[in-house]
């Protein structure tokens, strides 16, 4: 029974602390007080609009998630293409419609929660334990306050409630998921040589002749793309710390907020479960037999409960359940559970899933952390949150100023304390370097490309950027579109060429390999065995573990080939196969990842749905091109 509740729980700190934090980086305390304005609004959902800055907000973010996640794959134009657009604003346009539905059904989850969940979470964790430094860093870095952070994680998870059931119920056919698991499972036993690109290296040579072709030839892949040196000023909270809190304030804090330093009483029980099976009261019966036994010997409850309970989860620990607070269990089950004495043993309980007798086997109190242990926490606390209310109150001035002496960032700077930056390189796109792509980010890039400041000199408007900042740039000099010299970039296409070549007679090499083996099978140089597969691949590409799986099973032994990703060849001897039956809980668990991945379709049919029932209005369809196709169908 209660092995749902422990996979319910484990869920809900996936959903928070893997897709619900990361979109944290979403919208600083700045953002809500400038874009309340529904003035040339995209569309309007319901009675909530949606402005061109919440969605150039909302793909700054995303970019900025993609440029952790990709490295040097990462392009700051991925997102511009019309059905990148349309998704940002359908993502808005969804939140929306989910926070109205939110606030209309009240539908909530507890503070107490949220900062159960926040505490729990490993990236917020030392040594095991949860680290307020750690937590105290993240905070710091998203410009937010413990209570707006924990506000936000209620408002998502609220969010999570609406949706989930929805995506997470989407019936998958049993054939479909066995067929899933064979694809993902079924081995072969390989033994591989590879002739390596780099081992025929040093029997190519490249010409001058040859490199100068390829560069003439491909001379779009040498340019030196336009760029800007660039100037610019960050105006952030951080101009505003060093505010301090009264005693006064402090301690008033602390009394007001007091449940955030509160852990709710828990307790441990152990329980034997009875199933109703066909006969209700047969089993009430055989539940009342237990209970007297174990009343009479409370030694032996873990003895009955290995030998009777029907609780999988935790019939094999003596039916031990391990702490647990209210809220988690079935009603009738907490009950019992929190009003009974330590050491009581009670029942039988009814609830769904049959009768249960109970032994609670430990208590833990609530907590209150006292004040002096908290004190430090709240003077940061206040000191960031002054910092944000300076922020917020002088953010109009300092864009004023920068708008108002438009020639120069010097008078901005010297009004906030701030430093003038340089970078050097700054193309349509922004920047290379990820942490100042933070701050040169692709709108600010946009802006110093634009007429006023690449061609009048002029400062950029005040843009807000992620960690709830302002900047402001201006252009110090330009660079037109170049080529690149061929002596610049001579050495790069000699090994580019190179490397080709000694792919082409690694082969080569690679072939004959394979057609001498086909004659007379001598495995002498080959790898030691090792059965592999696409769920398990065991380190080999997946070009070569698709070659190997190719192979009917029923004609092994076999040889195959395949060229890798640097272009070697593998010549692979793949001696048999072999196939697993799914168990029980391999098939629970496929199932539920190809119920996720079908249920988005069922997901999106919610959100259509519900931003139908809402009202969905489409008021600047030529802001994103291809959006007004998709939310006319909407309607």
């Not at 709710?264 to 009430?284: N, V, Y």
């Not at 009004?415 to 933070?438: H, I």
Request: charged letters at 30%; hydrophobic letters at 40%.
């Amino acid at each position: 029974m209660l092995q749902a509740f422990r996979e319910h729980k484990r869920w809900l700190m996936f959903i928070a602390m893997v897709l619900i934090i990361p979109s944290f980086v979403v919208t600083g305390i700045y953002s809500y007080n400038r874009m309340s304005q529904s003035d040339n609004a995209i569309v309007k959902v319901g009675e909530v609009a949606v402005t061109p800055e919440q969605f150039d907000q909302a793909k700054r973010e995303q970019l900025d998630r993609l440029r952790q996640q990709m490295g040097d794959n990462f392009h700051a134009n991925m997102l511009d293409t019309p059905e990148a657009r349309a998704d940002i604003l359908r993502m808005l346009t969804d939140d929306v419609a989910l926070s109205q539905t939110i606030a209309k059904n009240y539908v909530g989850v507890s503070e107490a929660d949220a900062v159960a969940l926040i505490k729990n979470a490993d990236v917020l964790k030392k040594d095991g334990k949860f680290s307020p430094e750690l937590y105290e860093q993240f905070l710091r870095s998203q410009g937010k306050s413990d209570q707006q952070f924990v506000a936000e994680i209620r408002r998502d998870l609220a969010k999570q409630v609406v949706i989930g059931g929805v995506a997470d119920t989407h019936p998958v056919p049993k054939a479909l998921v066995e067929a899933m698991h064979q694809i993902l499972t079924n081995e072969r036993l390989v033994r591989t040589y590879v002739e390596k690109t780099s081992e025929h290296l040093g029997e190519v040579s490249v010409s001058d002749a040859e490199v100068k072709a390829y560069y003439d030839g491909h001379t779009k892949e040498f340019l030196s793309p336009e760029h800007v040196k660039a100037e610019y000023v960050v105006f952030s909270p951080e101009s505003f710390k060093g505010i301090q809190a009264t005693p006064e304030e402090i301690q008033t804090y602390y009394e007001q907020n007091k449940n955030r330093w509160t852990t709710p009483e828990q307790r441990r029980a152990s329980h034997i479960l009875i199933e109703f099976g066909t006969d209700k009261a047969a089993a009430k019966k055989k539940a009342e037999e237990i209970l007297a036994r174990v009343k009479a010997d409370p030694s032996t409850f873990v003895a009955e409960a290995k030998k009777e309970s029907a609780d999988p989860g935790s019939a094999a620990e003596g039916g031990d359940l391990s702490f647990f607070g209210r809220g988690v269990m079935t009603k009738s089950f907490e009950d019992a559970v929190f009003n009974a004495k330590k050491g009581d043993i009670v029942g039988p309980v009814e609830t769904e899933f049959g009768w249960h007798i109970i032994e609670v086997t430990d208590i833990q109190p609530a907590a209150v952390e006292p004040f002096e242990a908290v004190k430090g926490e709240i003077e940061r606390e206040y000191a960031d949150q002054a910092a944000i209310r300076a922020f917020n109150e002088r953010a109009d001035e300092f864009s004023n100023i920068i708008y108002e002496q438009s020639d120069s960032l010097a008078p901005a700077a010297e009004k906030f304390g701030l430093k003038v930056e340089t970078t050097d390189f700054v193309t349509r796109s922004g920047v290379t370097d990820p942490e100042l792509g933070r701050i040169i980010t692709e709108r600010v890039a946009e802006m110093l490309f634009g007429a006023e400041c690449l061609k009048e000199k002029r400062n950029s408007t005040a843009i807000e950027v992620p960690g709830n900042r302002l900047v402001a740039a201006r252009v110090v000099e330009y660079f037109p579109e170049t080529e690149r010299p061929l002596a610049e970039v001579s050495p790069r296409i000699g090994e580019k060429l190179k490397s080709e070549k000694a792919a082409l007679n690694a082969q080569a090499a690679g072939k004959a390999k394979l057609a001498a083996l086909e004659k007379e099978k001598n495995l002498d140089g080959f790898s030691d065995a090792a059965w592999i597969s696409r769920q398990n691949p065991q380190g080999e590409e997946v070009a070569l573990v698709n070659a190997a799986l190719a192979l009917d099973s029923a004609k092994l032994p076999a040889w195959t080939h395949a060229v890798l990703a640097d272009g070697s060849y593998a010549v692979v001897y793949v001696e048999e196969g072999r196939s697993h039956k799914a168990s029980e809980a391999e098939t629970r668990g496929l199932a539920r990842e190809l119920a996720s991945i079908y249920g988005s379709a069922d997901r999106a049919g919610f959100m259509e749905a519900l931003n139908e029932s809402l009202g969905f209005e489409v008021l600047r369809p030529d802001f994103v091109k291809g959006v007004e196709k998709n939310t006319d169908d909407q309607q």
